[in-house]
């Protein structure tokens, strides 16, 4: 089976900074998008960025220029370092991998959500 295990969110005040990291597991797995998306209160859950086993970005327009996703495919880790966070940030933010399996088949993978809230 594949694990993923998210860490780093909190409360901090607007204009701060969180970095969340999802480390993802598994025997005979290659994992190939890895990405965020969030969920706030009373709305639909969105993409918030994503990154591809080469490296290519995407990112919700309202994120761009204060956050970044990066990845590392030694660890089988994505993060996401926000910058300069506002109260609309706020929200439950779930780590996403799509994997491959030794025979080709691809899944789709959740994180079970960490908690991100932006108040002074």
């Known amino acids: 089976q594949v694990q993923l295990v998210e860490s780093g969110g909190g409360l901090v005040q607007p204009g701060g900074s969180l970095r969340l990291s999802c480390a993802a597991s598994g025997r005979l797995f290659t994992f190939y998008d890895m990405g965020w998306y969030r969920q706030a209160p009373g709305k639909q859950r969105e993409l918030v960025a994503r990154v591809t086993i080469r490296a290519t970005t995407d990112y919700l327009d309202s994120v761009k220029g204060r956050f970044t996703i990066s990845r590392d495919n030694a660890k089988n880790t994505v993060y996401l370092q926000m910058n300069s966070l506002k109260p609309e940030d706020t929200a439950v933010y779930y780590c996403?991998?799509?994997?491959?399996?030794?025979?080709?088949?691809?899944?789709?993978?959740w994180g079970q959500g960490t908690q991100v809230i932006v108040s002074s």
């Open positions: 996403n991998v799509n994997s491959r399996d030794q025979y080709g088949d691809s899944r789709v993978h």
